[in-house]
Structure formats: C-alpha cells, structure tokens
C-alpha cells in the first residue's frame, strides 16, 4: 500500500539532545499528522498541521507542514526518558478520511 | 471526555473462522476509520464510516467489512480467517473529515 517515506528509522541519542525526523511525499497531502505509539498501545496524536507553511509546538514538541505540501518534520527538544517510543508521520488528502503512513522512527534514549 | 475503546483487547482465533472486532469512538465523533498494523506492512487504512455509511475503503479483500451503528459505536468482521491476518486493529474516531484521528488501544487478534 502507498506510504510516506520517513527518515531516519531509528535513533539512539542521549538524554537531553534534540531529535528531528521527517517524512517526504510524492503525493500532496491537506493534513500531516503526529503521532507516537508506545508498545501494546495505540498511536496518540501529538500535533495535528492543516495549512502550508504551518509552524505548531506542543510543549517540547514543533512540527511543520511544508510549503510544497509534500513533506513535514518533527523537532523534539531536550528529549527524556519518556520520549521513548515509534513516532509515525501520516497525510490525508483533501476530501478523504484515509490517513496514510510513514514506516515510524523508533526512538531509543540511552541513559 | 472517555477517548477511543475498542473490544477486546486481545484475541486469538484459528484459521476459516471468524472475527468481530468492536469499537466505541469519542463521544460526539460520528467519523470511525479502522486500520491493520503488521510488522511488515506498517498502518494500512481499512475503511471508514460516517452515519452509518461505508465512506471510503482500504485495498482489503471482501473479507473484511464493517458496519456502523446509529450511535456512532463501530464493528469490523473478518470472515475466514488466514495468518496473514494476524496483526493489530485499530479503529480511529475523529469529528469531522479533514480533523486530527483519535486511536483506541487496539485489538490484537492472532491466528493459529
């Protein structure tokens, strides 16, 4: 099925560094998503970006829809133990309830 | 405001058989999608309803369908179940089409 592509796949950084990840698209998308999955869980939404250009923050959080309305990232600042987990980018086109997905980024934190 | 549940949480069934997997959106929600996650092929969209109607469905065999209820809760069958089957579903509630998705926990159903 079709899916974003999101880089990198995984990270392993120390407590307190920034992490940033990304997902591309050949298609446009209207809407990127956010999420973060924790095992046995359900993805939950982190910040939800609906306009070209759009700059959001949540707590520690920032995403970005990109202009082209191709690509987003997420900046996590000064991570901690709890950021641990898969984060997964997702796009919906207009009209169109079908989010599709990017392959997640596993986050690792080393102590 | 009780967010997204799903039942059961767990399942294990064998194959030919069948499955019902239920979901309960957020309250108000009226959109309800659902979604497979396997190791291999990542999220893939199954299909969604809104007032009780099929909008918009997934690259899936007829195996599996769904349904909506008038109070919104929401059901997916799949019948003659194969291993491939085996994966997490997961239902997703939102407000209206275009609006952030709200997951529930998931089921996991696995087939022997």
């Known amino acids: 099925g079709q899916q974003l592509n999101q880089s990198p796949q995984s990270m392993f950084i120390q407590e307190g560094e920034d992490v940033s990840m990304n997902c591309t698209s050949s298609s446009i998308f209207n809407t990127w998503l956010w999420y973060k999955q924790d095992p046995g869980e359900g993805p939950v939404l982190l910040i939800a970006?609906?306009?070209?250009?759009e700059l959001t923050s949540n707590g520690r959080l920032t995403a970005q829809f990109g202009i082209t309305r191709k690509d987003s990232f997420l900046n996590i600042s000064a991570s901690i133990p709890s950021d641990v987990g898969i984060y997964f980018c997702?796009?919906?086109?207009?009209?169109?309830?079908?989010?599709?997905f990017g392959q997640g980024t596993r986050l690792t934190i080393n102590p | 405001k009780a967010g997204v549940t799903q039942t059961p949480r767990y399942l294990i069934k064998t194959r030919g058989q069948q499955v019902t997997l239920s979901c309960s959106p957020i309250?108000?929600?009226?959109?309800v999608s659902w979604y497979q996650q396997t190791p291999g092929q990542g999220l893939q969209f199954l299909f969604e309803y809104f007032s009780e109607t099929q909008r918009n469905k997934g690259n899936f065999p007829g195996r599996f369908s769904g349904r909506q209820f008038s109070n919104s809760r929401s059901e997916m069958n799949v019948s003659t179940l194969e291993l491939g089957d085996s994966a997490l579903y997961l239902c997703a509630s939102s407000l209206e089409q275009g609006s952030g998705q709200f997951f529930g926990p998931g089921t996991r159903l696995t087939v022997l």
């Open positions: 309250s108000g929600h009226r959109s």
């Open positions: 997702a796009g919906q086109g207009q009209g169109a309830q079908k989010l599709v």
């Open positions: 970006l609906y306009k070209a250009g």
